[in-house]
């Protein structure tokens, strides 16, 4: 059988709308397909999938600020679970059916080997995978590519000879139609789309890294978080107080361990059992994991609490009251950092953290 493969929106742009809805939940409790043929006689057996969880995931916002997003990923199929003659499907909410599709209007491109790919220092030990999506030309994806490794190496701490000869980029380049590879939907800032086809592309490629990102050409700034599961999407698109490789950088600050040093109520992530190195519960930078970093002379308990705005003093590492998505009762190393706004440097305690896992690789 010819792979095929199926991305599928449930909801929002690109979702049901597209399809000849008759109801379009936007979360079936229970899902099932089946395939028809061209005479509109089912194929196979009728299959229940997976209803997609739906994740929050972070989306650069303007002035280099950071807000959250729910999205539902798209229900993703490969190749094996496609019928053969099949040529549309049929979605089932429980029992009653919700859409009809055409298969190419949800039809993906098989996973394929690269067509061309381009690594930044191939002796280095920790590997960023770049997966271009939307882009036409190698060498304009190579170009961002490039854009991006000169950009981090410019940054603290990856700026020191040590922790660059550590840092490997690997780009890996399949020429996408204008419509792009995966499936990518862009809902005003956020950028996101079929993550788990990416991971087959990857696959195929036999690339190895700690994250993925996939770099899309579109002239929108935007993107979507990603975790050691799920790519990162960035936009190769730069907006005044944003620079598109620096939201990159704060996506791979994540990849490092490290949290997110500002506050968004809207955020339910939980906490880990062990708060991550660069946000703690107490008040007193001498109690603070980072108490080794702090600046001498600088009154802490804390150094700047929540209801200082601007926060100060600036480039003072103490705790700040402020991390985390709390506006209150967790603090952070510095007033600004990267890990906070996408317009800043690694604070010296996120630098620490980066050194020690390169030192690792
Ligand atoms: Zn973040
Ligand atoms: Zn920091």
């Known amino acids: 059988m010819a792979e095929r493969h199926l991305s599928i929106w449930l909801s929002g742009p690109g979702g049901p709308e597209a399809l000849e809805a008759v109801e379009a939940p936007a979360r079936p409790a229970r899902l099932s397909i089946e395939f028809l043929d061209s005479r509109g006689r089912r194929v196979g057996r009728r299959a229940s999938v997976a209803v997609p969880d739906p994740l929050p995931v972070e989306v650069p ?111 890996l380049f399949w020429p996408s139609p204008k419509e792009g590879l995966f499936s990518t939907r862009v809902d005003g800032r956020l950028v996101f789309g079929d993550g788990e086809l990416v991971k087959r592309f990857v696959k195929a490629s036999g690339a190895k890294g700690r994250l993925i990102v996939v770099l899309v050409d579109k002239l929108v700034r935007g993107g979507a978080g990603g975790s050691k599961d799920r790519p990162a999407w960035v936009t190769t698109t730069s907006a005044p107080g944003e620079k598109w490789e620096a939201v990159a950088l704060h996506e791979l600050g994540h990849s490092f361990g490290l949290a997110d040093e500002y506050a968004d109520s809207s955020q339910t992530v939980p906490e880990p059992a062990k708060l991550e190195p660069n946000v703690t519960d107490q ?78 690789a």
């Open 61 to 171: 916002a303007e002035r280099g600020r950071l807000d959250w997003a729910r999205v539902t990923p798209p229900l993703s199929l490969a190749g094996r679970e496609v019928a053969d003659r099949a040529v549309s499907l049929r979605a089932f909410s429980d029992e009653a059916v919700f859409a009809e599709m055409p298969l190419e209007a949800a039809a993906a491109p098989a996973p394929a080997k690269p067509t061309a790919r381009r690594v930044f220092n191939p002796r280095g030990k920790w590997t960023l995978l770049l997966v271009s999506e939307g882009f036409a030309s190698a060498d304009v994806f190579f170009a961002a590519a490039a854009g991006l490794d000169a950009f981090v190496r410019s940054q603290p701490p990856f700026v020191e000879a040590a922790n660059s000869a550590r840092f490997r980029i690997e780009a």
């Open 283 to 360: 008040r007193s930078a001498a109690k603070a994991p980072w108490a080794a970093l702090r600046t001498p002379g600088v009154p802490s308990d804390p150094t700047c609490d929540a209801s200082v705005s601007p926060p100060s003093p600036l480039g003072v590492v103490g705790t700040f009251e402020g991390a985390r998505y709390r506006s209150t009762g967790r603090y952070r190393p510095t007033a600004e950092c990267l890990m906070q706004r996408t317009d800043r440097g690694f604070c010296p305690v996120c630098q620490a953290q980066i050194r020690k896992v390169l030192a690792k």
